[in-house]
């Protein structure tokens, strides 16, 4: 079982599906710490419930928020990490140690709508499709080279919210088989495109 970290920030529906997928047999894996950016985050409940050891991020500098969350996965053997609607950005130095070994989720359809509320810059763009990517993480903001991808269309009368529930019902599943996949070690990265080997 591939012990996986992940960082979140708030309501932990992403989280709640990488616990019971692993819980489930599904991802040859499993949650070996929950490290949350955010004392409220919902996603600290779901941990605590699953009996995973869950830690709260002290106020550091960027630098030193990293590097104490580097020791705390190191602590738990950690040899995967999950950003799972982690709201920090990372820096470079905590990207570099993870490299190839840190998967992100984002609520577009990447490289469309970076950044903060991809469904509200999807619906302010007008596009009819939209969706949702798994990637693993390099410096840039929500660039790396990517897994999977799921879509949606765009409706006319979406709301941003409306929109974000089907995207969230997709990401739920996409993470879930991309986190099968790299327990499996099936994911090779050539020229930072992404291969999946039978
Ligand atoms: C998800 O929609 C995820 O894609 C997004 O935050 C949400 C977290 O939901 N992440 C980003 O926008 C990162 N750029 P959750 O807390 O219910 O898993």
Known sequence: MKPLGVLVSGYGSNLQAILDACAQGVIAGRVACVISSNPKALAGERAQKAGVPYHV????????????????????????????????????????????????????????????????????????????????????????????????PVFEDDTEDSLSQRIHALEHRIYVQALRWYCEDRLIIKNERVFLTP
């Open 57 to 152: 991020l002290p106020k550091l500098s960027a630098e030193e928020r990293d590097d104490h969350i580097t020791a705390v996965l190191k602590n738990h053997d950690v040899q995967g990490v999950c950003l799972a609607g982690y709201m920090r950005l990372l820096t470079a130095g905590f990207v570099e140690t993870w490299w190839d070994r840190l998967l992100n989720i984002h609520p577009s359809l990447l490289p469309s709508f970076k950044g903060l509320h991809a469904q509200r810059q999807a619906i302010v763009a007008g596009v009819k499709v939209t969706g949702c990517t798994v990637h693993f993480v390099r410096p840039a903001m929500d660039e790396g080279p990517i897994v999977l991808q799921a879509t949606t």
